[in-house]
């Protein structure tokens, strides 16, 4: 199972982006999924996670301007980011919980990591 995150790039204060990941390999069923993010030098945070019924939830710093959503069909999960500051400029990491075919326990799984910069 592997999780391919797309999307960041380098976006002007105010800009938007929408960073995507997808879910490949053998899976049975996914759980919840989410995005993570790692500033330098500090600890990564939660950003958004999403359930398969499509619950939300967020971190307060993003609420309003951020948006994550999923295609179940696709195995993928979404981040719709709006008015960006600088200090979202971070690596964006994607998470899911997912049942591997053949097997009977969720595990956690991570993407690479994709690199938003925003400038000011």
């Known amino acids: 199972v592997q999780l391919q995150a797309s999307g960041g790039g380098l976006v002007q204060a105010g800009g938007s982006l929408r960073l995507s990941c997808v879910a490949s390999?053998?899976?049975?069923?996914?759980?919840?999924m989410g995005w993570y993010r790692q500033a330098p030098g500090k600890q990564r945070e939660l950003v958004a996670t999403i359930t398969s019924g499509g619950s939300t939830n967020y971190a307060d710093s993003v609420k309003g301007r951020f948006t994550i959503s999923r295609d179940n069909a696709k195995n993928t999960v979404y981040l719709q980011m709006n008015s960006l500051k600088p200090e979202d400029t971070a690596v964006y990491y994607c998470n899911a919980d997912i049942l591997r075919s053949g097997t009977f326990r969720y595990a956690d799984y991570w993407g690479q990591g994709t690199l938003v910069t925003v400038s000011s």
């Open positions: 390999g053998r899976i049975f069923s996914i759980n919840d």
